[in-house]
């Protein structure tokens, strides 16, 4: 039943709010002419047959929404970007894709995909804007004003505003602003790196290296700029568990030490974060194959748990992406974004990408 309620609320899935505003119009649109109807022929004969057309209406309606929209049934959320903060507008923003099964074809599995940026306010998990996507569509870095993405057939660059999710940047216009970069900016997000919330590196098609300051709005060619590409990972489209740092910084041998203590004492752990030379920031499952997990501050030496807080997942061993912002950790799941209070565990929400809201 809540599946079936959440599907007729507005999600910020662009198709799926377009069919549920359609679907209530066309409603409530007929409802008043049989009503009208019904009144200016002062009968109730006609009831019955007027009463078959709403229900025949519905049951096309439903029909529809569960094919086309994943209404009504259970589908797919998948994070296929990193997820980047604005300290100004407070917004988590990434890029989701929903993955809804249509049956299957020569006895292969087949889907339709949807993808969708979505901006969240990190203090009360309100869902702030989101913008519908390409397949091709990828998310560079997000800056205090801007969110830039590349787009690999249309668009090589371009920007959203934070605040609204509005474009305010084309391609075209940042050529015309920088006309340096005509001709030169490639459609391959590769050629990109996105560091200090504000600096966007672009390896052009001239092979020249630049740097463009989306806060001063300055650009600089320098030979130099190419050990940024050296040393720094392309924007990434999938997210390794591997690579959070919560709390103090962990060095790789430090991290391999402690990430074998921890398996010797829990069931399939990931490695968040160190908070001291004892604990450690954990997500564990509750037992093997399960979708219930832990997330906690763990002491490896005591074989304790300083606090722990559950979470429920979509299924086991998922790719888990956690971070810090001032003294709340977030968990991001495939479908679920958490936000943990560090000092005592405590959950303050849980923002579910498939519907639009907090959940809990």
């Keep these: 039943m809540d599946t079936l309620y959440r599907s007729w609320q507005l999600s910020g899935w662009l198709y799926h709010d377009i069919f549920v505003i359609i679907v209530a119009i066309i409603f409530i649109v007929i409802s008043g002419i049989l009503v009208i109807s019904l009144i200016r022929r002062r009968s109730t004969r006609r009831l019955v047959p007027y009463a078959l057309i709403l229900l025949v209406y519905l049951a096309v309606v439903h029909f529809a929404g569960l094919i086309f929209f994943g209404m009504f049934r259970s589908v797919t959320i998948e994070e296929k970007s990193a997820t980047f903060y604005s300290e100004k507008t ?16 020569n006895g292969i599995s087949t889907s339709n995909s949807l993808f969708q940026v979505i901006s969240v306010n990190s203090q009360t998990g309100e869902r702030m804007w989101s913008k519908r996507l390409g397949w091709r569509d990828y998310l560079i870095g997000q800056t205090d004003q801007y969110v830039v993405l590349n787009n690999a057939d249309n668009e090589a660059i371009y920007l ?29 997000f590769v050629d990109y790196r996105f560091m200090d919330n504000r600096y966007l590196y672009i390896y052009g098609l001239n092979n020249r290296y630049y740097q463009l300051d989306l806060k001063n709005w300055q650009l600089k060619q320098d030979p130099t700029f190419k050990e940024v590409f050296q040393t720094q990972e392309a924007p990434k489209w999938t997210v390794d568990s591997n690579e959070s740092q919560i709390g103090q910084e962990l060095s790789s041998e430090e991290r391999t030490t402690v990430q074998g203590k921890l398996e010797e004492q829990l069931i399939a752990p990931v490695l968040l974060g160190k908070k001291d030379e004892a604990n450690y920031y954990v997500l564990s499952y509750k037992k093997r194959q399960s979708i219930q997990a832990i997330v906690g501050l763990y002491n490896w030496q005591k074989k304790t748990y300083e606090w722990q807080t559950p979470l429920l997942l979509t299924k086991e061993n998922v790719p888990i992406e956690a971070f810090q912002v001032e003294d709340a950790l977030f968990i991001k799941v495939p479908r679920y974004l958490y936000k943990i209070n560090l000092n005592n565990g405590n959950q303050e929400y849980q923002f579910d990408y498939r519907w639009g809201q907090v959940i809990r």
Excluded: C, H
Aim: net charge positive; charged share 35%.
């Design 160 to 188: 959203l505003d934070t605040k609204t999710g509005k474009k305010q940047f084309s391609e075209a216009d940042l050529v015309k602003k920088f006309p340096e970069l005509k001709d030169y900016l490639s459609s391959d």
């Design 90 to 105: 407070k917004g988590l923003t990434s890029i989701e894709r929903m993955i809804i099964p249509n049956g299957r074809t």
